[in-house]
Structures are given as structure tokens and as C-alpha cells.
């Protein structure tokens, strides 16, 4: 599974903070760090990713957050992590595989974080394992962001 590290981390982060995956791969997409074009890299589309995954932090601390689990929420995380994984994929793998495996990390993103955050965001420990979540799932975005190999151009 060597070179598919990458496409399941960021997975991992849609499963967990979707819209943080989707900043870190506008910051990738714009240090050549993707694989294709696909992926927006301009300053405007990082600013916007990147506010939309601080509102999406905040918003997940707050009682009416829908569960990650509910069919819209889940299917887009698979898809972000698809997208992610094929784009983050290192050059000797296979895409479609790192497609795979983006999805693999997002279900288990989703899941796993979904069990260690509790159901309950409204009390003050529920709010306190978001916040942790949140600075895993930056801290593991920011990794990705450092570890990806840079793209030769076609």
C-alpha cells in the first residue's frame, strides 16, 4: 500500500472536518502538490476553503449540528476523500487506488471520530473532544500538506 498513505490521511480529515480536507487541497493544488488540474488553486478558492473549514469548526459545537453520519453529510465525505485520495495519490501508485483508499480514510474518519467525540456537542466535555478533533484534524492536514511529493507537470 506504499504511496497511498497520503490519499487515506486526507480521507481521514474529510471523516472528520470535511471542509478542512478540502482546504488542504486547495493549499496542495496550489504548491503543485495534486495530481490534475481539478482542483482549484487560486488565492480566492484557498481563502473561501479555508474560511469555510474555520465556520465548519465552529459550527460543529453547536447544538443543531447535523450528525456526520446522516446519508447527505456521509456521502460527501466519501466524495471528498475520493477526490482527495485520487488527487493526492504519489506518482508511482495508481489514482483509482488512491481513490479507494481516500474513501476507506473517510469512513474511517467518520466513524472512528464520530465514536471518540460522543454524541452529546452541548456539554462542556462534548465541546471540549470537538475541539480536539478539530486540532486533529488540522494538525493531520497541515502533515499531509508537508509530506506530499510535488507533482512533475504533463
Known sequence: MQGYGMAFGLGLVAGMRSMSACA???WAAADGRTRGAFIPAGAGARALATTAALAEM???????????????????????????????T???????YGALAGV????????????????????APGRARGLVEDLAAAGLAAAILVSAERQRPI
Do not use: C
Not at 456526520?68 to 482527495?84: D, K, Q, W, Y
Not at 504519489?90 to 483509482?96: G, N, Q, S, T
Open 90 to 96: 504519489e506518482r508511482h501508485a495508481y489514482p483509482d
Open 24 to 26: 488542504a487541497l486547495t
Open 58 to 88: 465552529a459550527g460543529d459545537k453547536m447544538p443543531f449540528a447535523p450528525d456526520r453520519r446522516i446519508p447527505p453529510s456521509f456521502a460527501v465525505r466519501l466524495a471528498i476523500g475520493a477526490a482527495g485520495g485520487w488527487a493526492l
Open 104 to 123: 476507506a480514510g473517510a469512513v474511517a474518519g467518520t466513524l472512528l471520530g464520530r465514536a471518540a467525540r460522543g454524541s452529546d456537542s452541548r456539554t
